[in-house]
């Protein structure tokens, strides 16, 4: 619960208090702190980057309550577009670690690990492709927040006590997925998407020379930047291509 105790339990039972330091709903994460926890040893970190499809990996958490509960699996795909929160906001799309390892509630927010002991990702039971929130987890269908992107999120925590990521300041379709790429439905005034002279109407179609098939696309790619990133977009206005470059703000979130 918001309000509620936070305890830190370790391996052996001990139990200490924690409190929050900040969250991150956009992308699914919080930074605790416990300082009365003793004797407790850094996870050593990995690179999401560095998986490829069918390496095997290992969720390790308390699903449904069962204290130290490992399930193991393989990284089924890699930048999958998911949402972190209700399958309605779109605005909380990020690119997630795909795997068929068991993630329950109670794992989330645990590591995913590779076979070399490195956590390459936070598991997420509430991620899901925006049509099976109720049926998340277990289902041969799990989740997991980047390495990369839990560093960058904790860092910005740690540093101002809050998360920011990056947008546009335009609106996007999400629904109509012909694969030519990003729509843009509107564009708020004073917004680096106004300044760089996007209109409704544009369809972005790559990010960085990277293709951009629709809406939920090109948010996920604005995701894996930071804010104040310069990022190049493709974009056809009136049938015409242009390149635009983009200084990305930030918003709290």
Known sequence: KDDGPIWVVDTDGRRVKATIVGRSPVYDLAVISAPDAK???????????????GEQVVAIGSPLGLSSTVTAGIVSALDRPVTTGDSADDTSYINAVQTDAAINPGNSGGPLVNLLGQVVGVNSAIATTGGIQDEAGNIGVGFAIP????????????????????????KVQTGDDTGDGAEISAVDPDTPAAKAGLEKGDIVTAVDGQRVTDGIGLIVAIRTHQP????????NHAGKDRKVVITLAGQVG
Do not use: N
């Open 39 to 53: 004797g407790l040893k850094p996870a050593s970190l990995g690179a999401s980057a560095a998986l490829r499809v």
């Open 147 to 170: 390495i990369e992107q839990v560093r960058t999120t904790a860092a910005q925590i740690l540093a101002t006590g809050k998360a920011r990521y990056p947008i546009i300041g335009a």
């Open 228 to 235: 104040g990133d310069k990022v190049t977009f493709t974009v």
